[in-house]
C-alpha cells in the first residue's frame, strides 16, 4: 500500500515524465493540472497553423492524447492506448487546453473523455480507451 507521500512523489515523477518527453516539449505542451483520472494540459498555437492558418488537427489531437495518457497514468496502474477517435467542432488559432475526465473503468479497460477548447470555445471532444498494461511492457 502506498502513503500519501509516495503517492503524490510518483505522480509528480509521471507528471515530469510526460511533460519532459521530447515530442510535448517540442510543442510546447505543459500538464498544469493532473490527477489519478483527471488531467489539464495547455499548449500555445503558434507555430502549428496548416494552410489555412487554423491550428492543425494533427495539434488538436495530439493534446488531447496528452492529456488521455496523463489521466491514464496516475494511479499505479500503467494503461496504453487502444483506440482514440476525435470529433472537430471549429477551427482555431490561439492558446489550446486539453481537459481529460476517466468516465468508465471495467477491468482492465479505463474510457477518457477530452475537451478541447481554446479560451472558452469547445474546438474538439476526443473519446480514447486504454488498456492496462503490465509495467514492463510500457515503451516496448
Not at 500503467?78 to 473503468?105: C, F, H, K, N, Q
Request: proline fraction near 5%.
Amino acid at each position: 500500500m502506498f502513503d500519501n507521500d509516495s503517492l503524490q512523489n510518483g505522480i509528480q515523477e509521471t507528471i515530469d515524465l510526460f511533460n519532459g518527453c521530447e515530442f510535448a516539449s517540442m510543442l510546447g505542451m505543459e500538464i498544469i493540472e493532473a490527477r489519478p483520472g483527471f488531467a489539464r494540459v495547455i499548449m500555445d498555437g503558434k507555430g502549428k497553423a496548416n494552410p489555412n492558418k487554423k491550428i492543425h488537427g494533427g495539434a488538436i489531437f495530439t493534446i488531447a492524447d496528452q492529456a488521455f495518457g496523463i489521466a491514464g497514468n496516475l494511479d499505479n496502474i500503467p494503461r496504453v492506448a487502444i483506440s482514440a477517435s476525435i470529433m472537430y467542432l471549429s477551427p482555431a488559432t490561439g492558446p489550446l487546453e486539453a481537459v481529460a475526465e476517466r468516465v468508465g473503468d471495467d477491468d482492465p479497460h479505463s474510457v477518457y473523455h477530452v475537451k478541447v477548447y481554446e479560451g472558452k470555445r469547445l474546438v474538439a471532444t476526443f473519446e480514447g480507451v486504454g488498456i492496462q498494461a503490465p509495467a514492463n511492457s510500457l515503451g516496448a
